[in-house]
């Protein structure tokens, strides 16, 4: 017990705790955040992706029961998807191990990799949210609302290439079971709607996170150390984040995630310090201006929240100048 009350495990319990908030109020940032947090402390990259996805299957099961009560898992979207990742995750670990994970080399090879992994992580970030807003609107022009659910039928390969490649990112990092596959699926899936994705994405992600901590956890091991601390304080973190949801602006702490995945992707690909603070000043200036032309090419105002009806205006607008 005393072993759990070091200064090293009370900031892992810290660390853990915000980026719960972070994902109870956005609903995504998880091993995109936590397995770069841990190697910040001085983890060693094998061991943090390790015990971040072991926690992760631990965390995960409990907003997956909750979607599965409700019945919004799209099952056949679910079905191809696992056929793909489950594989895929579970081989990570054994990647990682054959890469050298537990040397010097490896470390930094494994520290490049996971760098990139974040760089994508921040782009389908930003993207998820765009797609978001042009599924939207599409779906209005039509005369559907955006909670209309089309009853998509699964695309086996595609499904199937999405999960494999997924499972693959996830089991070599831990990053990317809530950011790529959900693009992903946004683009296969145009009309399924938005409480079935995220329960499709949650189902799915349960059984392709526990492949990937069983494979590392038979070829790196789990510490106790810092794997209780991740459970203690995470789900709590979690359950306050959710909270303060309608408290904190979605789009500022979306954006504000992408910046911090971004810079943290330059400084683990080796980018040196001073210019990984010009580019989080950068991003910081310029970003804000770069997301309010992305909302003018969907012709929504430039900054703002919009409510129901102010979609229902835009859509209306975008279709008398179509038309």
Known sequence: MTELLTSGALGLLVVSFGIGIVIGLTGMGGGALMTPALIMLGIPPAAAVSNDLVAAAVNKSVGAAVHWRNGSPHLGITLWLLIGSVPMAFAGGFIVSALGGHEESGQDVLRLIIGGALLVA?????????????????????????????????????TLIVGAVGGLLVGITSVGSGTLIMVCLLLLYPTLSAVRMVGTDLLQAIPLVTAAAISHALTTGVDLEILIPLLVSGAPGTYL?????????????????????????????????????????GLLILGPLAW????????????????????????????????
């Not at 993207?127 to 022009?141: D, V």
């Not at 929504?300 to 038309?323: C, K, Q, Y």
């Open 122 to 158: 921040a782009t389908t970030y930003v993207l998820r949210t765009y797609l978001h807003f042009s599924r939207t609107l599409n779906l209005l022009e039509q005369g559907l609302t955006p909670d209309t659910d089309g009853h998509p039928k699964a695309r086996p390969i595609p």
């Open 241 to 281: 984040g959710a909270k303060l949801t309608g408290m904190v602006s979605q789009s500022v702490s979306r954006r504000g995630i992408a910046i911090v995945l971004t810079v943290t992707a330059a400084k683990m690909l080796g980018l040196p310090n001073v210019w990984v603070g010009f580019l989080g000043a």
């Open 292 to 323: 309010a032309l992305l909302r003018r090419t969907l012709g929504l105002p430039t900054f703002g929240a919009l409510n129901a009806e102010e979609m229902e205006e835009v859509a209306l607008n975008r279709s008398s100048s179509r038309g």
